[in-house]
């Protein structure tokens, strides 16, 4: 079983629409999480840090649910420009600050 | 915006010639970390350092590939010979280490080609 798992989709979804994707870890000891997005060909960008209680930017939610293991991304009143890969990522509780990726989710916004 | 730095962007090599890449973190970063990404996959550690020393390379090729960061600050990693499956996009990222933060940004990456 890897580590953080993700679907790879892609999700297809009309503009406007809500769309929501999940990620599972195994590691029930991790203690930060993220989303990055990451577009065709260019590196990742950091999207949100994951907090115990939820967090929300704009359009994006995150949450967490540790009893679960799974972190997951809401993202309302989707754009074009918010096609792209999400990759979950989690902290390795080995330490040595490194962090564990998941393979990503595609996301396609269609007009 | 400080921004981590790479270069050069793309580069075509053939194959058991030698390829260097650079990589220039955001300052004060003491953590820099080397990834290579394949197509659909997430990005794979090749090499942590901590300030100059390495501090994890253990999925580091080490038969042909090498990284360094003498003074701690820039770093390189060189591939030598290259070999046609080493065709992917060469990530760097750097982190405040001791901050308690886990969060790494990336450079723009350089994507290589082994013909």
């Known amino acids: 079983r890897k580590e953080v798992e993700q679907d790879p989709g892609p999700f297809n979804v009309p503009e406007g629409a809500t769309v929501a994707f999940n990620c599972t870890y195994s590691n029930s000891a991790s203690q930060s999480f993220f989303w990055y997005r990451q577009d065709c060909r260019k590196e990742p960008k950091l999207l949100m840090s994951v907090y115990s209680s939820g967090n929300e930017d704009g359009r994006f939610t995150a949450q967490l649910n540790r009893a679960s293991q799974y972190i997951s991304l809401l993202i309302r009143d989707s754009k074009l420009s918010d096609s792209a890969t999400y990759l979950c990522v989690v902290n390795n509780m080995d330490s040595n600050y490194q962090l564990i990726w998941g393979a990503g989710t595609k996301l396609i916004i269609k007009p | 915006e400080a921004e981590v730095a790479q270069s050069p962007r793309y580069k075509i090599t053939e194959k058991s010639q030698a390829v260097a890449f650079w990589c220039d973190p955001i300052?004060?970063?003491?953590?820099l970390y080397w990834y290579r990404q394949i197509l659909g996959q997430g990005p794979e550690l090749l090499v942590q350092?901590?300030?100059?020393?390495?501090v994890d390379d253990s999925q580091l090729p080490k038969d042909r590939f090498s990284a360094e960061r003498l003074k701690g600050v820039d770093s390189t990693l060189k591939i030598q010979p290259a070999e046609l499956g080493d065709s992917a996009m060469y990530l760097c990222?750097?982190?405040?280490w001791g901050t308690g933060a886990y969060e790494q940004y990336f450079g723009p990456g350089t994507r290589l080609t082994v013909t």
């Open positions: 300052s004060g970063h003491a953590t």
């Open positions: 350092f901590q300030d100059e020393s390495v």
């Open positions: 990222a750097s982190n405040a």
